[in-house]
C-alpha cells in the first residue's frame, strides 16, 4: 500500500495533468515511493499502477528504463558516478576507485551495514565541475578529489 | 487523393495514409519488421528505410505520410544501403539458430536475411543473451535472445487484447520483452502473438519441434468452437493436425484468431477418443463391427417407435454439428415419426417458439459491429463467450463509440465502458424496461436518472445503434422478454439488434429445422419429461445441458440412448450404443455463422481409427429404418437438400411479437448465476490439455458479494458446500463485490459443478 505521505504528494502532481491523463504523474509517483523507502519494489509498482489507472507493465517498463530508479535496495545514501565521457576524461575511474577502496564495494553493490550503495551514472549535464556524483540523486558534488570525497562520506557518517 | 510516384510508378493514394501503406496497395513491397497494417506505428526496426527526394537522409516508410509529388525509391542504392545496415545491426545479437528454431521456414527475418543480410557477419564479440520467460502454457517464449524488439506482441496487448502482459523493460541494448513480475500471459487472444512475432522469439508451445512449416499441409476450414466463423488453416501432417492457424478476412476474423479456436485442435486426439462403435451387453462394453451396431441402434429405436411410440424417441444435438448432420438427424427423426429434436441444450425459455419469425441472429453484419457508434450489450460474458466480437467491440470503442453493458456480473472487459447495470437475473427484465421507458421518454425531451436513463441517453445519441444479446441473455429463463425488449429498445433509437448466437451453428440448425415443430418437445421438455430413447448428437448432457441433473436423470432412466460421439465419455454411464463419429477435421460439411454466413469445408484429415462423419452415420440409420431420402452420396448433396429453397438471407429474421410477460417464480435466497467458463463450451475444447492449464480453465469458485459472505459467516478462500436440487459440490468461496448482492455466481458446464442443477434458478451456499 502506498503511504498517505505519498499518495498526497501524487495528489498535488496529478494537478498538473488533465483528469484523464493520470499516467503522466507515474514518473513522480514513482520518484515519491523511492524517496520515501529508499528504492521500488515490484508491489510498489503494481500500487502505484492502480492508484493511477494505468498497467502495472507500463509502470515497470518507466521504472526499468530510467537509471535513477533503483529496482532494489540501495542503501541509505546512493553515491551515482557519472562515467561518461567527460567525467571520465577528467578522473571519474579515480572516483571510483577511491570510493571501492573506502567503502569496500563495486558498482551496483550496497555496504554491508546498509549505510552506503554505489551506483554508476549517466550525464548529469554538469560537465565543467567533472568529475561528479550525486547523493540519493539530491545532491550534487563535483570537482572530486580524494580529500573531498573523504570529506563527503565523514559528512554523511555523521548522518 | 494525392499523386505519389514509388519507384517510378505513379500512385493515387488517400491522404494520410503512409508510404508503406501506399507501396503495398501498388504492390511494392518494403521490408519491415515492426510495422503491421492492424497495429499502430512504432517504427523501431528501421528496416523499411526508403530514399525519398529532398529528404537528407532514408526515412521509415512505415511512419512517413504521403505528401503530393512525393517521389520514393525502395529500391535505390541510398535505400538498400540503409536496409542492409539495419539489417545486419538487427543479426548482431540474434543467435541464428534457425536450424533448431521452429520459426524457421516462415520467418520474416530469415526471409529478410536472405535478402538483404550479408553472407558473413563482422561482429565478432560476445552476442547478448536474454533468458527465457515462461509466460504460460500457450505461448512459448524460451528464445527471447533471438528478439529482435520490434514491440508487436506488446501493441497487440495493448490496442487488440486490451491489456498490456508484455512490455519492454530496460533500455537500449538491455531492453527485453517482459511480463510483469514473471506473470504469465493470460489473454483469450494471445496466441496471436506468435503470428505477429516476425522471428523466433514468442512460438507455439503445443507445435513447439512438432514440425517444420514446409512438411504441412493446409486445409481451409472453419471454426467449430464460436459463432464468429473464422476461417481456420488447418495444417496436418501424417493424417494428423497439427497446427491451426487464423485465414484472412477482414469481414470476419480479420487477421485474428481467439486461443480457443487456435488451440483446440490438441484436444481432437486425445485417449478418450472413441475409435470403434461400442454396445453394452450385460452391463458390459464391447467393441463391434459398424453393421451390429448400427442394426442393434436401428432396431432398438425401430422397437420404441412401434411398442411406446415414436413420440418417445427424443433427440438433442450440439449446435457445433455441422448443418449436414443436423439436418439428416431431424429428418431421421420426422422420418420416424418423432417431432423431438432440438440443439438449445442450455436455453430454458421456450415461450418464444412460434413468436420468433426466423432464425436468431447477429441482426447485422460482423462488420456493422465495428461501424456502431452506440452499443447496448446484454447478458453476455462478451469477452469469453465472443472474444474476437468484443475485439471488434474494443477497437470501435477506442475509436469513439461508447458500449453499455446491462448484466449480472460485471467482468473487466478491458475496454472503457459508457454506463452499466449490473443487476441479478431476475431484474434484467425491469432494467430492460426501464432503459426502454426512457428511451421514449428521451424522445419526448425529457431526460431522468439513473443507470438504465443514463443508458438510454448515450443510446438515444447514436447515428448507428446495436443491441446485443448475449448468451447469458439468450439462457436466461425470461429470455423471449429480453428478446422483445431488445427489439423495442433498438426500434426506439433507429438501431439493429442481434444474438451475439452461442455456437458455431446455431443459425444454421435453425435454418434446417432442428428444433421441433408444434407437436414435438423442445430441449427441456424432452429432459422433463423423460423419453424412452435419446439420440445424442456430439452431446455430453451432464456438461451441454441447462440442468445437468435432469439430463442426467433422463439419460439414466431411458432404455435406450444411441450416442453419437467423437469420444468415449460419461456416457459409457447409461448409454447402450456408442457410435464414434469424425470431428470437424475430419469431415466435410456447412457451419453458418451469427451473421448468416454459410461456409463450408472439406476435412483435413481422414477420420481416427473406424470413426465415420455423423452424417454418412445418420444416413445409414436412416437406411436401416427404411426412411424415404436417405441416398445422398456426398455431404454437399446433403447441404444442397437441406438448403434447398432456403432463402438465407430472408430466414434470418430476429423480431418477435406477442410475448406474454411471465414473472420469475420468487423463491428467494440466492440466484445463481452461471457462466461457460470459455475453454467448457463444447467437447473439443474441454479436452484440450494446453487451453486446460490456462489461468481461464481454472476450477470455478463460487463468487459473491463480500456482504453475502460476510452474512454466512464465510471469508474469501474459505471451501463452501454449494447445493442445488439434490445435488452440492464444495468450491472456494470468493469475494467480488462487483457481482449484485442476492446472487452467487458459479459456472456451468465444467465437471466440477455437474453435480448442481440448473443453470438459473436458486443455489445455497453455506459453511462447509
Redesign the interface.
Known amino acids: 500500500m502506498l503511504s498517505q505521505q505519498i499518495t498526497t504528494l501524487i495528489d498535488k502532481e496529478l494537478k498538473k495533468y488533465p483528469a484523464d491523463q493520470r499516467q503522466s504523474a507515474v514518473m513522480a509517483a514513482l520518484r515519491f515511493v523511492q524517496d520515501e523507502k529508499g528504492w521500488i519494489a515490484?508491489a510498489d509498482?503494481?500500487d502505484v499502477a492502480a492508484y493511477l489507472g494505468m498497467?502495472?507493465?507500463?509502470v515497470?517498463?518507466v521504472a526499468?528504463?530510467y537509471h535513477m530508479y533503483n529496482l532494489k535496495p540501495m542503501g541509505k545514501h546512493t553515491l551515482t558516478v557519472c562515467t561518461n565521457l567527460s567525467c571520465q576524461l577528467c578522473g571519474s575511474g579515480d572516483t571510483l576507485d577511491h570510493l571501492n577502496k573506502r567503502l569496500g564495494i563495486g558498482l551496483g553493490e550496497v555496504t554491508p551495514d546498509g549505510k552506503y550503495g554505489l551506483r554508476e551514472g549517466e550525464c548529469m549535464g554538469a560537465c565543467v565541475d567533472a568529475p561528479l556524483l550525486t547523493i540519493n540523486n539530491k545532491k550534487m558534488c563535483g570537482r572530486l578529489t580524494s580529500e573531498k570525497i573523504d570529506q563527503i562520506l565523514a559528512e554523511l557518517d555523521k548522518q | 487523393m494525392i499523386n505519389i510516384e514509388i519507384d517510378g510508378k505513379q500512385i493515387q493514394t488517400e491522404n494520410g495514409s503512409t508510404v508503406i501503406e501506399a507501396a503495398h496497395q501498388a504492390g511494392i513491397t518494403i521490408p519491415h519488421f515492426c510495422y503491421h497494417k492492424k497495429l499502430s506505428i512504432a517504427a523501431n526496426c528501421r528496416m523499411c528505410l526508403v530514399q525519398v527526394e529532398k529528404a537528407p537522409k532514408p526515412l521509415p516508410a512505415c511512419a512517413t505520410p504521403v505528401t503530393e509529388g512525393m517521389k520514393v525509391f525502395t529500391r535505390s542504392e541510398q535505400a538498400v544501403k540503409a536496409q542492409k545496415g539495419v539489417m545486419e545491426f538487427l543479426l548482431i545479437n540474434h543467435p541464428l539458430d534457425c536450424p533448431i528454431c521452429d520459426q524457421g521456414g516462415e520467418c520474416m527475418l530469415q526471409d529478410m536475411s536472405v535478402g538483404y543480410g550479408g553472407g558473413h557477419s563482422r561482429y565478432h564479440e560476445e552476442k547478448r543473451m536474454v533468458l527465457a520467460k515462461d509466460i504460460g502454457p500457450l505461448v512459448s517464449a524460451e528464445e527471447m535472445s533471438r528478439c529482435i524488439n520490434c514491440t508487436r506482441c506488446v501493441r497487440f496487448g495493448?490496442e487488440i487484447a486490451g491489456?498490456?502482459?508484455?512490455?519492454?523493460?530496460?533500455?537500449s541494448e538491455h531492453a527485453e520483452i517482459?511480463?510483469?513480475?514473471s506473470g504469465t500471459v493470460d489473454s483469450e487472444l494471445s496466441g496471436n502473438m506468435i503470428d505477429l512475432c516476425p522471428v523466433g522469439a514468442l512460438t507455439s508451445k503445443p507445435f513447439r519441434y512438432k514440425a517444420r512449416s514446409w512438411e504441412l499441409s493446409r486445409r481451409r476450414s472453419v471454426s467449430a468452437h464460436d459463432s464468429l466463423g473464422s476461417g481456420l488453416a488447418v495444417q496436418t501432417k501424417n493424417n494428423q493436425v497439427l497446427r491451426v492457424l487464423p485465414i484472412e478476412n477482414e469481414d470476419i476474423n480479420e487477421c485474428w484468431l481467439s486461443d480457443k479456436d487456435r488451440f483446440a485442435y490438441e484436444g481432437l486426439n486425445t485417449t478418450d477418443r472413441l475409435t470403434k462403435p461400442m454396445i453394452k451387453q450385460d452391463g458390459k462394453w464391447q467393441e463391434v463391427e459398424w453393421q451390429v451396431a448400427l442394426e442393434y441402434a436401428a432396431n432398438g429405436l425401430r422397437h420404441i417407435a412401434n411398442g411406446a411410440g415414436a413420440e418417445q424417441i427424443g433427440a438433442l444435438a450440439t449446435a457445433n454439428s455441422t448443418l449436414e448432420e443436423l439436418y439428416l438427424l431431424q429428418k431421421l427423426m420426422r422420418g420416424i415419426g418423432s417431432d423431438n429434436v432440438d440443439f438449445r441444450l442450455r436455453q430454458s425459455d421456450f415461450s418464444g417458439d412460434g413468436k420468433q419469425q426466423g432464425a436468431p441472429w447477429l441482426g447485422m453484419s460482423v462488420a456493422d459491429i465495428s461501424r456502431a457508434d452506440r452499443l447496448l450489450v446484454v447478458g453476455s460474458f462478451l469477452r469469453k463467450d465472443h472474444p474476437l466480437m468484443a475485439a471488434r467491440i474494443r477497437r470501435a470503442v477506442r475509436k469513439g463509440a461508447q458500449v453499455n453493458i446491462i448484466h449480472s456480473a460485471d467482468d473487466d472487459l478491458l475496454m472503457n465502458v459508457a454506463h452499466k447495470a449490473i443487476v441479478a437475473p431476475d431484474a434484467l427484465v425491469e432494467t430492460l424496461t426501464q432503459v426502454s421507458k426512457a428511451l421514449a421518454a428521451e424522445k419526448q425531451g425529457q431526460s431522468a436518472s439513473g443507470d438504465a436513463a443514463a443508458i438510454a441517453k448515450s443510446l438515444a445519441s447514436g447515428e448507428r445503434v446495436a443491441v446485443l444479446l448475449g448468451n447469458f441473455a439468450q439462457q436466461h429463463p425470461q429470455a423471449a422478454q429480453l428478446q422483445a425488449l431488445a427489439q423495442q429498445i433498438a426500434a426506439l433509437s433507429n438501431g439493429k439488434f442481434g444474438f451475439l448466437v452461442e455456437a458455431a451453428n446455431s443459425v444454421g440448425a435453425h435454418l434446417v429445422h432442428a428444433t421441433p415443430g408444434s407437436k414435438g418437445l423442445n430441449a427441456a421438455a424432452m429432459l422433463a419429461k423423460p423419453r424412452k430413447a435419446y439420440v445424442l448428437l456430439n452431446v455430453e448432457p451432464e456438461l451441454d445441458s441447462a440442468d445437468p441433473q435432469q439430463a442426467v436423470a433422463a439419460m439414466q432412466a431411458a432404455d435406450l440412448v444411441v450416442v453419437l460421439s467423437a469420444y468415449k465419455h460419461h456416457a459409457t454411464e447409461y448409454a447402450d450404443v456408442l457410435l464414434p463419429i469424425a470431428q470437424y477435421t475430419e469431415t466435410s460439411g456447412t457451419f453458418v455463422s451469427a451473421e448468416g454466413r454459410v461456409q463450408s469445408f472439406k476435412g483435413a484429415v481422414k477420420p481416427l481409427g473406424e470413426a465415420r462423419p455423423a452424417w454418412k452415420v445418420l444416413r445409414v440409420l436412416g437406411n436401416l429404418l427404411k426412411v424415404d431420402g436417405f441416398d445422398q452420396d456426398t455431404s454437399e448433396a446433403v447441404r444442397d437438400e437441406a438448403l434447398k429453397g432456403v432463402d438465407v438471407a430472408a430466414g434470418l429474421n430476429n423480431a418477435i411479437g406477442g410475448v406474454e410477460a411471465k414473472a420469475l417464480s420468487a423463491a428467494g435466497g440466492l440466484q445463481r448465476v452461471a457462466d461457460v467458463p470459455i475453454y467448457s463450451t463444447d467437447a473439443v475444447v474441454r479436452r484440450s490439455a494446453p487451453l486446460q492449464a490456462t489461468a481461464d480453465a481454472a476450477i470455478p469458485q463460487v463468487r459473491m458479494h463480500g456482504d453475502e459472505l460476510k452474512k454466512l459467516g464465510v471469508q474469501s478462500g474459505d471451501v463452501v458446500k454449494v447445493s442445488q436440487g439434490q445435488g452440492s459440490v464444495k468450491l472456494f468461496a470468493v469475494a467480488d463485490d462487483k457481482l449484485p448482492k442476492g446472487v452467487a455466481r458459479v459456472a456451468a458446464g465444467h465437471t466440477a459443478t455437474v453435480a448442481l442443477g440448473a443453470m438459473f434458478g436458486t443455489i445455497t451456499v453455506e459453511r462447509a
Do not use: D, K, N
Not at chain 1, 498497467?55 to 507500463?58: D, G, K, S, T
Not at chain 2, 491489456?163 to 533500455?171: C, S
Open positions: 515490484s509498482m503494481a498497467p502495472q507493465m507500463a515497470y517498463e526499468t528504463f | 495493448v491489456q498490456m502482459e508484455l512490455g519492454q523493460a530496460f533500455r517482459v511480463s510483469f513480475v
